[in-house]
């Protein structure tokens, strides 16, 4: 890697992922902890910020792409309901999130509570990437939760817009079509319509759009969330997807800057581990699609230091995350513990659930896209197998690992989908084929058509005091998930004593 020419994108949304990374180490580790690893995080940008030079031919054109992708990330942060306004904040805000930006805001790093007289005090476990930021500023402007609110909204905000801009970039050879992609990204969903229908939880008359509403979870076992309703329940997993995901093509496209791939997955780690997965199974993807086999080998002898620091940053997290938890629900979909758990008499009910569930989810857009895009088989076929295996082993009590890691191969078929959406049409079957993709698109739509107004009918709340103090209803302070946010025990790197 030639430092001196960083990619500035690559960089930027590195730096952006991993800034709560050395958040985290500077504020929850051991001083001598602290000071190594963050030495060495600022070291390795340091090294590699890239010059910042732009063409005179090519700045106006950014310079549009970036306002535009700012303005329409403002829209869409705010339709989430973290600024004050018409629009609420979705369920998964109130229950945690909340909780989690006050509970951050308002007491010292690493947060430890006493939930019963004479018990062992308890350090917070979760991963922290979303919240660490808006919280520092907060916490710095004396405890203020307002501002810890909105500075949240702003980093969101920041977030989606670098993952905008980086998708324009990428689709530069579409002309000024490319514009139309930001509000395909935003609409972009699987057929729930159709399965809501088929099992008779959704209605078709417009006052159920109107009313809004959660239709995803048509099936009990499976979910793949549309992009809009990720972006309003699941932030901190949507975002670091996303990003990851335009990281990787970037990287790829560019033919070098590979170093940056194992530190990616491990700066992720910290947002959201199954997304982590899905963007380290994204690289995979790629590398498959543009790496010769003889030259993967040259390539990872090239990154192996970028590797062991990753591996030992990855394995330091995951002891943080998995020291003292219990028992997480995981099972295969085909199992006697998966029947169980939906009180099935054995795998028939799962089968029909799942081949419905892939076709209406992936496989009617995978058919058309293999017509449309004959030159982009290869990925597509990547795509579909990924997307298909990823659903057969479930992790969590709502199938997270499904949810989350499905994240980024989800941007790869999006992508894919623009492009079909996008491109010319040459004649009368190919006219045919992409009215049957945008009759597609349409019917999907429909899902964040009922997020959007699920948000809108919500009302808007204010942080209030972390629960572990005021004594309210959170899944964060409550007893029957706790261990899912807090530890007795801590690894030998967290600081456990104010």
């Known amino acids: 890697m030639t430092f001196r020419h960083t990619d500035p994108l690559v960089w930027t949304g590195v730096l952006y992922l991993a800034i709560p990374l050395m958040l985290f180490f500077s504020t929850w580790t051991t001083l001598p ?11 390795v940008f340091a090294i590699t910020i890239p010059q910042f030079q732009l063409h005179k031919g090519s700045l106006g054109a950014m310079r549009k792409e970036l306002a535009i992708s700012l303005l329409t990330a403002g829209i869409w942060t705010y339709s989430s309901g973290v600024w004050a306004g018409p629009f609420g904040r979705a369920g998964d805000w109130w229950d945690t999130r909340d909780d989690i930006l006050s509970t951050l805001t308002k007491h010292v790093w690493p947060v430890t509570n006493v939930f019963q007289v004479d018990a062992v005090p308890e350090t917070m476990r979760h991963y922290l990437s979303f919240y660490l930021p808006g919280s520092a500023v907060g916490k710095l402007f004396g405890g203020n ?27 530069s050879n579409l002309g000024m079509r490319k514009y139309l992609v930001i509000p395909v990204f935003m609409l972009f969903s699987g057929l729930d319509i159709i399965g809501g229908r088929i099992n008779g939880i959704v209605g078709l008359r417009p006052q159920y759009i109107v009313n809004g509403g959660h239709i995803e979870w048509w099936v009990p076992e499976f979910q793949y969330s549309s992009f809009t309703t990720a972006m309003h329940w699941v932030p901190q997993h949507a975002i670091s997807g996303w990003l990851g995901t335009m990281i990787v093509l970037r990287i790829f496209e560019l033919k070098k800057h590979y170093a940056f791939l194992p530190f990616l997955v491990a700066a992720i780690f910290l947002w959201s581990t199954f997304t982590a997965v899905g963007v380290a199974l994204v690289i995979v993807m790629q590398a498959i699609q543009y790496i010769r086999p003889k030259q993967i080998l040259v390539v990872v002898r090239r990154i192996l230091p970028s590797i062991g620091l990753s591996a030992v940053v990855v394995a330091l997290l995951a002891m943080y995350l998995l020291t003292g938890t219990g028992s997480i629900p995981k099972f295969p979909i085909f199992s006697q513990a998966a029947y169980d758990a939906f009180n099935f008499d054995g795998p028939s009910q799962i089968l029909r659930d799942y081949l419905l569930f892939i076709a209406l989810e992936v496989g009617v857009y995978l058919v058309l896209l293999l017509f449309i895009l004959r030159q982009h088989r290869k990925e597509l076929a990547l795509v579909a197998l990924v997307l298909c295996l990823i659903p057969l082993y479930r992790i969590g009590m709502f199938n997270d690992f499904a949810m989350r890691a499905s994240i980024p191969p989800l941007l790869l078929l999006m992508l894919l989908v623009a492009r079909g959406l996008l491109q010319k049409s040459h004649g009368s079957k190919a006219v045919v084929l992409r009215l049957c993709l945008v009759a597609t698109f349409v019917l999907g739509s429909v899902t964040p058509l009922y997020e959007f107004f699920a948000r809108y009918h919500s009302d808007y709340k204010s942080l209030v005091l972390p629960c572990v103090d005021s004594g309210c209803e959170s899944q964060v302070a409550g007893y029957e998930i706790r261990d899912f946010y807090w530890s007795k025990d801590m690894p030998f790197f967290i600081q456990t004593e104010k």
């Open 33 to 43: 902890f602290a000071l190594v690893s963050t030495s060495i995080l600022v070291v």
């Open 145 to 171: 939760l307002s501002l810890t609110l909105f500075t949240t909204g702003v980093w969101m905000m920041a977030g989606v817009a670098l993952v905008f801009f980086m998708v324009l970039r990428t689709l």
